[in-house]
């Protein structure tokens, strides 16, 4: 199956007929079978509602416990059942926003040359390892980050950091290397690959009639990229930012494995940091009272409505530019 | 601004976007390099069909650790792909109005769901009702990840299928469901194949939904009720184990399980050639 052929499917003029009909006609035999495919369909919308459903209720103690303080209490005592979530709400964010402020202008320049510059015999390859980067498992980042990308921000990037930059309280304190810096580094890397192909996909639908235009009035490439593609795709690229957020937001082993996982609120980039997925993946095995665990839970749980908030904004988005299945774009 | 400065500025851009996807897949050599230099050194006949040795003792193998990741990554494909697979042919061929577009955009958002939170879910679900951790649970916290993968490549190409193939059959009076089951699915077969090589990608690399459901185990399985081991989660108890030894095996059991992660990528990519494979 080829691209062209796509392009010959999404043209037919699909008849009303030739696909389902909704309910009624039919024999028996077509009846069932059409039940059947709309209950595989409720089973994943069951799957999601039981999701919240099964979070909400096995948290509901500490819900009910600290109510809205969870949220800005940044006591998380274990031992005497105080649990405030703030070092790990603050953490997920600060190396999320890290994440982004390196990802984001890479992901983008390399969307634009995939999809606006490169020659056609660079594309493949390079969107071939791009897509690469993104199979890469959690874990093995993690491995790779403990074992080279630790060592090498505390010898060469810290210490740098430290001295051109060390009057702003963001590069102050010893370089450890494990820290929020290398989560954010190491983020980054993950979410690089998410974003570039999402933007370039976004790129690639829009029109060429608008490349022609702006070509056409006599504008440079760069121009006609930023005049006519970018401003008309910019929904989708914001879209595909907001994927790569999600991710961020979840991602666990790889930041459990560099961040350091020590509670505190620190100003610091270089100090190590705890976040929201980090906390649960450490603490969940060793939490004794049920208290402990429905706080767990509770942070699980709002990780799920923040990524489901931010993914379903994305998808809109993204589906603004390009049509939520490729079938049905033009 | 006067044309050259415009081109120049042009030009300008068209080399940082050049540089932009050079450092962007920069880390994959990196990653893959060390991979390759510090796994390979590892490597050896013991290291997949041994068990884990205790503290101490060099050698040892994974072994066990590959069969569980096997045996989950079996027990998701139960549980996934059939809901997966039937939900993606509803997506593609149904005339229903609002509950297509309410699926898909499930889908796509359980698709960005934190992993670690579909542990928390097997774990209400499955271990605490068990009162163990057990491989039942790993597998259906994977194939709940694969649920949505599976989805979404399915109607994809499911929608590519010629509709003048469906025409065809009706035509010649075959009932709709033997079109869709006889005719559509065979010809989108290779499309689907795809959709689970990704899916199946993503789910053997992952660690976080294992961390309390699987939970992990030193030796060779014991029942579909039991703890088990999985090389994912191997791979990171060995990466933050205090030994020089087991950091060795780590990085060889990374380099297995990209290995197997890229064969599968790979055998998606060719299975339909010439289409993206991330979304």
New interface residues.
């Given amino acids: ?3 062209s ?2 392009r ?3 043209a ?11 309910g009624a006609g ?2 028996l ?2 009846r ?3 039940a ?10 069951l ?2 509602a ?2 919240v459903a ?2 909400v ?2 948290s509901k103690e500490a819900i009910g416990r600290f109510g809205l303080a969870f949220l800005y209490q940044s006591h998380w005592d274990p031992v005497t059942g105080q649990f405030g979530a703030l070092p790990f709400v603050f953490g997920t964010i600060v190396s999320s926003i890290l994440a982004l402020l390196i990802a984001v ?6 969307a ?3 999809a606006e ?2 020659p056609g015999w660079v594309r493949p390859p ?19 980050g ?3 990308l630790v060592p090498w921000l505390r010898d060469w990037v810290q210490p740098a950091l430290g001295a051109w930059l060390g009057f702003l309280p963001l590069f102050q304190g010893p370089p450890y290397g494990i820290g929020m810096l290398a989560a954010g580094v190491i983020l980054a ?1 993950m979410i ?3 974003i ?3 933007s370039r ?1 976004v790129l690639l639908a829009v029109p060429g009639s608008q490349r022609e235009a702006a070509l056409g009035l006599g504008a ?4 006609t ?1 930023r005049i006519a593609v970018l401003r008309y795709g910019r929904s989708g690229l914001v879209g595909a930012i907001l ?1 790569g957020l ?2 961020a ?5 790889a930041v459990t ?1 560099v961040i350091g996982n020590r509670p505190e609120v620190s100003l610091s980039l270089f100090a190590p940091g705890y976040t929201m ?1 980090s906390v ?2 450490n603490e ?2 060793e939490a004794t009272s049920e208290l402990y665990v429905a706080a ?2 509770e942070i ?1 749980l709002l ?2 409505l923040v ?2 908030g ?3 904004l ?2 809109l988005l993204v589906w603004s530019v390009g049509g ?5 774009r033009e | 601004m006067s044309p050259r400065l415009r081109r120049w500025k042009s030009d300008a851009v068209s080399a940082l976007t050049l540089l932009s996807a050079l450092i962007v897949i920069c880390p994959l050599l990196l990653i893959f390099g060390f991979l390759l230099v510090k796994g390979a050194s590892a490597l050896n006949l013991d290291f997949f069909t041994h068990l884990p040795k205790p503290v101490g003792e060099p050698g040892g193998g994974v072994a066990n650790a590959i069969v569980g990741s096997l045996i989950m990554i079996g027990l998701a494909m139960c549980v996934g792909l059939p809901v997966g697979i039937a939900g993606g042919v509803y997506l593609a061929e149904s005339r229903d109005r609002r509950l297509p577009w309410v699926v898909r955009f499930i889908a796509d958002v359980l698709n960005g769901v934190p992993s670690i939170v579909v542990g928390i879910f097997a774990y209400t679900v499955v271990v605490l009702p068990m009162r163990r951790f057990s491989a039942l649970a790993g597998g259906l916290a994977l194939g709940f990840i694969l649920i949505p993968i599976v989805l979404r490549t399915t109607e994809e190409m499911v929608r590519l299928v010629p509709n003048a193939l469906r025409e065809a059959g009706l035509g010649l009076g075959i009932e709709r469901w033997k079109v869709t089951v006889r005719i559509v699915m065979p010809a989108a077969r290779a499309g689907i194949l795809t959709g689970v090589m990704v899916a199946v990608a993503r789910i053997a690399g992952e660690t976080a939904p294992l961390l309390f459901t699987a939970l992990g185990n030193r030796f060779w399985h014991q029942g579909l009720d039991q703890p088990i081991a999985a090389l994912p989660l191997q791979i990171y108890a060995y990466a933050i184990a205090p030994y020089d030894d087991w950091h060795r095996q780590a990085w060889a059991g990374a380099l297995v399980l990209i290995t197997l992660v890229f064969l599968a990528s790979l055998a998606a990519r060719m299975a339909t050639r010439g289409r993206t494979i991330a979304r």
Avoid: K
Avoid at chain 1, 220 to 223: G, L
Avoid at chain 1, 249 to 253: I, V
Avoid at chain 1, 324 to 328: A, I, N, Q
């Fill in positions: 199956m080829s691209a052929s796509s010959v499917g999404a037919d003029a699909p008849l009303p007929s030739a696909r389902m009909a909704r039919g024999g035999g077509d069932l079978f059409a059947s495919l709309r209950g595989a369909a409720w089973i994943v919308v799957l999601a039981g999701l099964a979070l209720w096995e202008p890479l992901s983008l320049g390399a634009i040359f995939l510059l490169a390079i969107a071939f390892l791009i897509e690469m980067l993104a199979a890469v498992p959690s874990v093995v980042y993690g491995l790779w403990i074992f080279v890397i690089v690959p998410y570039t192909s999402v996909e440079t490439r760069w121009e990229t994927l999600g991710r937001l979840g991602e666990t082993m494995m997925a649960i993946a969940f095995t767990l839970v699980g990780l799920l990524t489901i931010v993914n379903g994305a998808r939520p299945t490729r079938g049905e």
